[in-house]
């Protein structure tokens, strides 16, 4: 039920970029992205409602296929300050349910 | 701002208390969320609220039930604790799928 996200953990020195990767193997309806620092809770980063969406907030972007049922978050020029836990999270149909995936652990060192 | 209040930062319990893990939200939404966090397997839903009693079953809701009687208030239940429910809970409400995150409870069950 859990979508998957790849990879599991990433290692980056300031300023370079990353993927991360989320997949469901359900329809989806929504792609939400979140970012945990530690010892923090989560906090929002952003939705993708419609299929082939691309969003940016400051240097960290996302896409969504809804066809494929994936969704990619880029993040460009890496700042320390990216350094934590990515969640992405996604709903299906008619519901505000909202189910996370399993994280990735992006660090970012100088 | 924002404010989603979980009523204890840390909690020891032993092995079949029962145990009340209160949320309180001041934003009037009306969807509540409450997650267990463990190492490796990210954020794993427990159950959803959509409304004054109204309630959906997330992905691991055995061991568990809630109650919501005012929009405010969303609790967790443990009927009776087990050393497995040891973990980080997460209490979330949402607006226009935007989840607000309370601090989380830390639950020991001895």
Same mark, same amino acid.
């Given at each position: 039920?859990?979508?998957?996200?790849?990879?599991?953990?990433?290692?980056?020195?300031?300023?370079?970029?990353?993927?991360?990767?989320?997949?469901? @193997?359900?329809?989806? &309806? +929504?792609?939400?992205?979140?970012?945990?620092?530690? %010892?923090?809770?989560?906090?929002? *980063?952003?939705?993708?409602?419609?299929?082939?969406?691309?969003?940016?907030?400051?240097?960290?972007?996302?896409?969504?296929?809804?066809?494929?049922?994936?969704?990619?978050?880029?993040?460009?020029? @890496?700042?320390?300050? &990216? +350094?934590?836990?990515?969640?992405?999270?996604?709903? %299906?149909?008619?519901?505000?349910? *909202?189910?996370?995936?399993?994280?990735?652990?992006?660090?970012?060192?100088? | 701002?924002?404010?989603?209040?979980?009523?204890?930062?840390?909690?020891?319990?032993?092995?079949?208390?029962?145990?009340?893990?209160?949320?309180?939200?001041?934003?009037?939404?009306?969807?509540?969320?409450?997650?267990?966090?463990?190492?490796?397997?990210?954020?794993?839903?427990?159950?959803?609220?959509?409304?004054?009693?109204?309630?959906?079953?997330?992905?691991?809701?055995?061991?568990?039930?809630?109650?919501?009687?005012?929009?405010?208030?969303?609790?967790?239940?443990?009927?009776?604790?087990?050393?497995?429910?040891?973990?980080?809970?997460?209490?979330?409400?949402?607006?226009?799928?935007?989840?607000?995150?309370?601090?989380?409870?830390?639950?020991?069950?001895?």
């Amino acid at each position: 039920q859990q979508p998957v996200q790849s990879p599991q953990a990433v290692i980056l020195r300031e300023g370079e970029d990353a993927v991360i990767n989320c997949s469901s @193997s359900k329809a989806l &309806y +929504s792609v939400h992205w979140y970012r945990q620092k530690h %010892g923090e809770a989560p906090v929002f *980063l952003m939705i993708l409602l419609k299929g082939g969406e691309q969003k940016g907030h400051e240097k960290i972007s996302a896409s969504f296929n809804e066809k494929k049922q994936q969704s990619s978050l880029y993040l460009t020029a @890496s700042q320390l300050s &990216y +350094s934590g836990t990515y969640f992405c999270g996604t709903t %299906g149909g008619n519901t505000d349910k *909202l189910i996370f995936g399993t994280g990735t652990r992006l660090q970012v060192f100088p | 701002d924002v404010k989603v209040t979980q009523s204890s930062r840390y909690l020891v319990k032993r092995t079949g208390e029962k145990v009340f893990l209160e949320c309180v939200q001041d934003m009037d939404h009306e969807n509540m969320f409450w997650y267990r966090q463990d190492p490796g397997l990210g954020l794993r839903l427990i159950y959803f609220s959509y409304d004054v009693k109204m309630k959906e079953k997330g992905d691991i809701p055995e061991g568990y039930s809630v109650s919501r009687e005012k929009k405010e208030r969303f609790s967790l239940i443990l009927e009776s604790a087990s050393t497995n429910q040891t973990s980080m809970y997460l209490c979330a409400s949402s607006l226009i799928g935007k989840l607000f995150f309370g601090s989380g409870t830390q639950l020991s069950v001895l």
